[in-house]
């Protein structure tokens, strides 16, 4: 028991330092990414903050294996470093007895990970999707600033204008682009105010002095309209509906289904945890260093190996989706990179120590 908790000592350390650190930097991209809609008046601060927090929740199911797999590396390199692995050894203690409490861990790492590949990552997905169609359907033209182009609705409603009073909800030279079914319509006024129609809770923006466009997007017609005054509802009637994701989708529903996008997702997160056990056991060979390597000579091929299996994962599960791979075993194909690795290092330092040896 002395030894289990003197290992997992040893690599919970590193794995809360850099869990905190990827967590941070992870974070400060988001940042950098949804500050940028705050600026321009598309989001409010506190729904920067919540897209944050639910985008580093969904993180997580990356970050944790990711950290474990390095922290194992970079502990159980620095116990060979220092000579505690070979005293170890000189004293009966064999490398099975040393690998337990990794393993161990490994599996508690994994069953967290589960939890949130299969429920936190999708309940996550689902109220960062809800967030963004609400602050979508939240918006008006005092959110907007000059010369800048507004994309809503991804990207079936776009709204620009030369000069914007942001105080009294006026704006000059405004264009709204719309598509609706299979037609797009442009809008455009020389001047517009927003106004509060008591029919409707949603803002009703006046127009004069503009035309509309419409065009069909197939065959050759059209309609072209003057008028001097006009009357745009900014947002539909219908009650407010964020659009599927698969992402989001609940895991439950997913078992229950013939859709190669969605059978590619189940599977996707199913393996996540697969993955975990995999990486946190091929970093126990990976660890394995002479002093004279120094205890960071294995971290670039530790790194290669992991975002070769990342991306091995990620290309399978995109070619399941698209019906370029059979079903099955589909994604699970991608988890055979890791045992052979395993056995490859594992060989490989058989051979090293049978020559020492002889």
Same mark, same amino acid.
């Given at each position: ?221 059209? $309609? @072209? !309209?003057?008028?001097? &005054? +006009? #009357?745009?509802?900014?947002?539909? *009637? ?103 690795? $395993? @056995? !490859?290092?594992?060989? &490989? +330092? #058989?051979?090293?120590?049978?020559? *020492?040896?002889?």
């Amino acid at each position: 028991m002395i030894l289990d908790r003197y290992i997992l000592r040893t690599i919970l350390q590193p794995t809360i330092i850099i869990c905190t650190i990827l967590v941070c930097i992870f974070a400060s991209f988001m940042a950098a990414r949804y500050w940028e809609d705050a600026a321009n008046g598309l989001l409010s601060a506190g729904a920067v903050f919540t897209l944050i927090l639910l985008r580093v929740l969904i993180a997580l199911e990356v970050l944790l294996p990711t950290t474990l797999y390095l922290s194992v590396v970079l502990a159980l390199g620095t116990l060979h470093n220092k000579g505690e692995m070979l005293a170890m050894s000189a004293s009966g203690i064999t490398a099975l007895r040393i690998s337990r409490p990794v393993v161990l861990l490994a599996v508690a790492i994994g069953v967290l990970v589960s939890v949130f590949s299969l429920y936190i990552r999708p309940w996550a997905w689902t109220q960062f999707f809800h967030l963004k169609t609400q602050a979508q359907a939240n918006f008006d033209l005092s959110h907007m600033q000059d010369g800048i182009f507004y994309e809503n609705g991804d990207g079936n409603r776009v709204i620009f204008a030369s000069a914007v009073d942001g105080q009294k909800t006026k704006a000059q030279n405004i264009f709204f682009i719309v598509k609706r079914n299979d037609a797009l319509r442009v809008v455009y006024a020389h001047e517009a105010a927003q106004l509060q129609n008591e029919s409707h809770e949603d803002p009703v923006v006046s127009l004069r002095d503009g035309r509309l466009y419409e065009f069909a997007e197939q065959g050759d017609k059209g $309609l @072209v !309209l003057e008028f001097n &005054r +006009a #009357a745009l509802l900014l947002q539909p *009637q219908s009650p407010l509906l964020t659009e599927y994701r698969v992402k989001a989708a609940p895991t439950g529903a997913l078992f229950n289904t013939e859709k190669l996008e969605e059978v590619a997702e189940l599977q996707w997160r199913l393996v996540t945890p697969l993955s975990c056990v995999f990486l946190a056991i091929l970093a126990i060979p990976l660890s394995q260093a002479s002093r004279r390597q120094g205890q960071q000579a294995r971290l670039p091929l530790a790194i290669l190996i992991f975002a070769l299996a990342y991306n091995l994962g990620a290309v399978t599960k995109k070619m399941v989706a698209h019906g370029e791979l059979s079903a099955f075993p589909g994604v699970f194909w991608s988890q055979l990179f890791l045992p052979v690795c $395993l @056995v !490859l290092l594992v060989g &490989r +330092a #058989a051979r090293f120590r049978f020559r *020492q040896r002889v």
